[in-house]
């Protein structure tokens, strides 16, 4: 048996633990070894929201523990159930990814990219095999979800017939019948190049089975046909894009939800919401924790998760952006221009109009999605919606106060949080801080970091 100070070279185990904290925006992630049958040890894990012990390397136990740095955890007030379901998938997810990697690649194979990429894809796989199971009764059939993922990233990027591929599809129990014609997916649709044309995840989706068979689609018109929710309203490019679609079929259907963007990102979908997302060939999980820390803090409403979505994609780009709540857009008398104001355009006398205002008469503010906030966010000066996320200033500079001991951004998220009910300053390196009654509450720090204790 390996002396207590002993410790195997794992490289796969590390990289699931870089991948992990990846995963999870605030999270802390440690991935610690003892010998095969002896009790593995609880140090650290106190403070821990979940942790799982499976096989390790030969000879060797692996405990994988995920955690919430203290400045996110304190926002949350005892944690949302969405969280605390992901933080309970994790561990074990990455436990999974750790040993079906080690089999295939070897236990000491270096961490290239190549093999970091794959760990990636592996603990999604492994991650969304849960919700499979929690949400549709059984296991995910053979591999329906690590080749759906391969399809995806395989579709990431191309074109047909000219046009931009996006694919949505949603895999679901809402058909029992036994089908007259069987489909697997995706293989019986890869020679099928149109495929992804007619299930683009905008107008239509592609409904699939919980055995992975390719059964119908669902037409964003014809909603009716499998739920009693109302159709969705006509949508704008921008929210045609974001996988609404998708995201409105599983909330009504149930299931698992996919969706291939035409940024070369992948979308996936539970309970009508974004769970895990691929950019640049790394996942990240859908800022629940933000979501939810601003929810509490406004009171609920819309603007919640469209804000802290905004926030998490601002937070990957190398800018910087003020994003703010209101529950009275008049508090912002006094402190933002007139000029600024969006929801002031139709109130001006139009021969009155300075060049800004007539500017707000073009930008198409109505069902705002996080796409749209984070570009109207990428001006200088704040971007404000009040909290059933109505658009009320972009670009707006605030009247500040002496901003001689900080920077003109941090003054100016300050200054704002005094007459809003919450302030998001996303800095240039990603950090994200929130601002309340003129105070800075925490910093969440957009580069997650994982530790790897040595024993």
Do not use: C
């Amino acid at each position: 048996m390996p002396s207590p100070d002993e410790q195997p070279l794992d490289p796969i185990g590390d990289a699931v633990a870089q991948a992990l904290a990846e995963v999870l925006f605030g999270a802390t992630v440690s991935i610690t070894h003892a010998g095969s049958g002896s009790e593995p040890s609880d140090a650290g894990v106190k403070e821990a929201s979940a942790s799982a012990t499976g096989p390790g390397p030969a000879g060797w136990a692996t405990t994988i523990t995920i955690g919430l740095r203290p400045q996110v955890a304190r926002l949350l007030h005892g944690g949302p159930t969405a969280l605390e379901e992901l933080i309970g998938v994790l561990p074990g997810a990455g436990l999974r990814a750790a040993a079906q990697l080690r089999s295939t690649v070897g236990g000491r194979e270096r961490s290239t990219s190549t093999v970091r990429r794959a760990v990636r894809d592996t603990l999604a796989a492994e991650i969304l095999a849960v919700y499979f199971t929690s949400r549709l009764g059984r296991a995910s059939p053979g591999h329906l979800i690590e080749e759906t993922l391969d399809y995806l990233i395989e579709l990431s990027g191309t074109r047909v017939e000219a046009h931009e591929v996006t694919h949505g599809v949603v895999v679901t129990d809402v058909l029992h019948d036994r089908p007259r014609l069987e489909l697997r997916y995706p293989d019986d649709l890869r020679p099928a190049k149109r495929a992804p044309l007619l299930f683009d995840g905008k107008q239509s989706v592609l409904i699939v089975d919980p055995f992975g068979r390719a059964r119908t689609e669902l037409q964003r018109h014809r909603f009716h046909r499998f739920s009693d929710t109302p159709a969705p309203p006509r949508a704008t490019e921008g929210s045609l894009d974001s996988g609404s679609l998708v995201a409105l079929a599983t909330r009504a259907l149930g299931g698992i939800g996919f969706y291939a963007r035409g940024d070369r990102s992948i979308w996936t979908f539970v309970d009508g919401r974004p769970l895990l997302v691929r950019r640049s060939e790394h996942w990240t999980a859908f800022p629940v924790e933000l979501a939810v820390a601003i929810s509490n803090m406004i009171g609920g409403g819309p603007a919640a998760e469209v804000v802290a979505h905004a926030a998490s994609m601002i937070s990957a780009r190398p800018q910087g952006a003020i994003l703010a709540i209101v529950e009275d857009p008049t508090a912002l008398d006094g402190m933002v221009s007139p000029k600024d104001r969006y929801d002031l355009r139709d109130g001006i006398d139009p021969t009155a109009m300075r060049p800004e205002t007539r500017l707000h008469h073009l930008v198409d503010g109505e069902d705002l999605d996080e796409r749209t906030v984070a570009r109207l966010a990428a001006l200088d000066g704040a971007t404000v919606l009040d909290r059933a996320g109505r658009l009320i200033a972009y670009g707006a500079i605030v009247t500040t106060a002496d901003s001689e001991h900080e920077g003109a951004r941090t003054s100016a998220a300050r200054t704002l949080s005094q007459v809003a009910l919450v302030v998001l300053k996303i800095s240039v390196d990603g950090d994200i801080t929130i601002f309340r009654d003129g105070d800075a509450v925490t910093t969440l720090l957009g580069h997650p970091t994982h530790s790897v204790p040595a024993g």
